[in-house]
């Protein structure tokens, strides 16, 4: 380990959101509408590219902004980031398995699958997957990821470590509307 690292905050798991790389459509449009002018026969006129550049770039910077808010995952030794709520790792109980049927399906989801998301979000963001966890005070909730697999790879072992495989099993049913919004 280097000098000036601490293993205990560095992030196990992160996602960012989004990337900052789609501010390059902002330029592409400018670019584009350009090409299609002056193949047109209007020559270089530059205001209706300009206006391109500048509202397609702050629009798709304000969703890029709002995404790595509010979409962000980070998995710290202590810490589950999920957007702006932050959850300690010492609170969750159990990490449920993957579920039989997928949320989409038409079969019997399990109990977990409609609890409530972590973060600020009424649902589990679009293009993520749920991770049915146990929270003390017989809570249940839904982490997310987009890499969801290396999610639960990563938390199954702290919970297990703290809490213990044997006592994973034992604990009250949970009702199916624990933890859901009213």
């Given at each position: 380990m280097t000098a000036g690292t601490n293993a205990k905050t560095d992030p196990l798991f992160r996602e960012i959101g989004a990337s900052w790389c789609w501010l390059l459509v902002g330029p592409v449009s400018a670019g584009a509408m350009l090409w299609i002018e002056k193949s047109n026969g209007y020559g270089w006129q530059l205001s209706v590219p300009l206006l391109f550049l500048v509202l397609v770039t702050s629009f798709i910077a304000l969703q890029v902004k709002a995404a790595r808010i509010h979409t962000s995952v980070e998995l710290?030794?202590?810490?589950?980031?999920?957007?702006?709520?932050?959850?300690?790792?010492a609170e969750i109980v159990k990490v449920y398995p993957e579920p039989d049927h997928p949320l989409a399906s038409e079969k019997e989801l399990e109990r977990w699958q409609s609890a409530r998301a972590l973060g600020e979000l009424v649902g589990v963001p679009k293009g993520r997957i749920g991770i049915g966890l146990r929270l003390s005070g017989g809570r249940t909730a839904q982490a997310w990821a987009r890499r969801h697999r290396h999610l639960r790879a990563a938390l199954t072992p702290l919970v297990e470590e703290r809490v213990g495989t044997d006592e994973l099993d034992e604990g009250p049913e949970i009702p199916p509307d624990a933890g859901a919004r009213p």
């Open positions: 710290t030794h202590k810490t589950l980031r999920q957007g702006t709520e932050t959850v300690k790792v």
